[in-house]
């Protein structure tokens, strides 16, 4: 699949099927995630791969909707580890950049797979540290649910690109 292909194919999926993922499907996915670029080169991120079976009322702590929770057969966590990452002169931590760019390979890559993922930063970060056992070093960014699709991407709304490219200057 083309890379414009690709991305305007991908959507946040909020259904998915009673589908396991092979494993290889999953390897490809979490590949993307080390091979993500990150300042410096110091990978300050981490991934937690969470089976949702027997998981959902936890998973349901952290975020509550059953097509988070219920539905699909893996949820992602991208954490970030402020104090191994790059900062700018200024003191700008580039750890939820890292993350950021990383999380967007994995639904790239995802997408190219023909699964599904809906980026979630509206969870609990205070159970999502009790349910995930992070050290105190370790903040999580965003979830995303991992499974096969059982929707249908609705039309996308996006501002024009004269709204959003400035040329030289702002």
């Not at 009673?18 to 490809?28: G, H, K, S, T």
């Not at 790239?108 to 999502?128: N, S, V």
């Not at 050290?135 to 709204?163: C, N």
Request: glycine share 6%; with cysteine.
């Amino acid at each position: 699949m083309e890379f414009a292909e690709l991305i305007r194919k991908r959507y946040s999926v909020r259904a998915y099927q009673n589908r396991p993922i092979p494993e290889d499907v999953l390897q490809r996915v979490l590949e993307a995630f080390v091979l993500a670029p990150t300042a410096a080169n110091r990978q300050p991120i981490g991934l937690i791969v969470i089976k949702t079976a027997g998981r959902e009322q936890e998973l349901k702590r952290i975020y509550n909707p059953d097509w988070f929770a219920s539905q699909p057969p893996l949820v992602l966590c991208v954490c970030a580890i402020p104090g191994q990452a790059w900062s700018r002169r200024d003191g700008k931590n580039y750890a939820d950049v890292d993350a950021t760019i990383a999380m967007d390979h994995v639904i790239l890559a995802a997408t190219a797979e023909g699964l599904g993922t809906c980026w979630i930063g509206a969870f609990d970060p205070i159970a999502a540290r009790e349910v995930l056992g992070l050290p105190a070093d370790v903040e999580p960014i965003a979830f995303t649910p991992l499974g096969y699709p059982a929707d249908s991407p609705q039309p996308k709304r996006r501002k024009k690109m004269d709204q959003l490219i400035h040329y030289e200057r702002w």
